[in-house]
């Protein structure tokens, strides 16, 4: 479509204050994501000259043990976390959106407060809770007569448990907000009709509010994925990241995200870690699409 010669002026104005966007969207968005792809087939310390070595840093990582360990611990924390996080979200929502509860704004920002609650000072303080010479809980149960638990150190058996409760407690409010808006904006009549015909409040639940349901729990599965399997922050804190220790005892605590760190930024391997970063792009792309092609499928068979 032709544009009139006495519109040109008001699109080249507007344009101009949308460039800014688009210029740092190239910069710090779509430059760093081409070239770390480029990195992947190169070796490259952090300064001089990349050198490409075609796919030997995928072949590298997929040969590393520490990769499958950390693969392990990603995934296990990941599904026991959201067996916590993702029905404990719905549930929390759907009792805040029955009748019986009131100050429903006020349930809302508890649960949500831990989110915005710095990563790293939360991460502390379950430090000091969990400590092992010091800790409150060691403390209590020294009280009571039981030997204090080893929770960092031992065989690191501990440690993944601790990631879970800290990962569950910062993430499920998140979880109940999303969902809380979806069921507010079911239709009451559809309530309404179900309870004159006789439906009980299971019956009601399952036929009416979990169907409707089904795009907001798509959409949080999906970043929980996106979110879940990219965990750094916790496991990187409480297993001690900061003094040098890759995953706290046993590498019980190693994550992808973790040992993406460990080797670009610690090793300085730039490439392997590029590699890492795309493998877990892969996987997280994959997951993510099994997720909406099941959705998808169950819509399918239903119409």
């Not at 296990?76 to 100050?103: M, Q």
């Not at 009451?188 to 509010?209: D, F, P, S, W």
């Not at 610690?266 to 590699?275: D, F, L, Q, V």
Request: net charge positive.
């Amino acid at each position: 479509m032709k544009i009139p010669r006495n519109q040109i002026g008001k699109y080249a104005t507007a344009y101009v204050y949308v460039a800014p966007f688009f210029l740092l969207f190239l910069v710090f968005g779509l430059f760093p994501i081409l070239y770390s792809l480029f990195l992947s087939f190169t070796y490259w310390k952090g300064f001089g000259k990349p050198v490409f070595v075609a796919f030997d840093n995928y072949k590298a990582l997929f040969q590393d043990q520490t990769f499958y360990k950390a693969l392990y611990n990603t995934a296990f924390i990941w599904i026991v976390a959201h067996l916590i996080i993702l029905p404990g979200g719905f549930i929390i929502a759907y009792l805040l959106n029955t009748e019986y509860v009131t100050r429903k704004n006020f349930f809302q920002a508890v649960f949500f407060t831990p989110l915005v609650t710095s990563t790293i000072a939360v991460s502390l303080v379950f430090s000091i809770l969990f400590g092992e010479q010091f800790g409150v809980l060691n403390f209590f149960l020294e009280r009571i007569g039981l030997q204090p638990v080893p929770w960092f150190h031992g065989d690191g058996r501990w440690i993944k448990p601790v990631i879970i409760l800290l990962f569950s407690w910062r993430w499920i409010g998140w979880n109940m907000v999303i969902y809380f808006a979806g069921m507010q904006g079911i239709d009451n009549e559809l309530y309404e009709c179900a309870a004159v015909e006789g439906a009980n409040k299971l019956q009601i639940l399952g036929r009416i509010t979990v169907p409707l349901m089904k795009p907001v729990i798509l959409y949080t599965l999906v970043l929980s994925f996106i979110g879940g399997i990219q965990i750094f922050d916790e496991p990187f804190i409480l297993t001690g990241g900061g003094a040098g220790y890759m995953g706290g005892t046993n590498q019980a605590g190693l994550t992808l995200a973790v040992q993406l760190y460990e080797i670009g930024f610690r090793t300085g391997n730039m490439g392997t870690a590029s590699a890492l970063a795309y493998t877990l792009m892969a996987i997280i792309g994959a997951l993510s699409a099994f997720s909406i092609r099941m959705f998808a499928g169950q819509r399918r068979t239903r119409t």
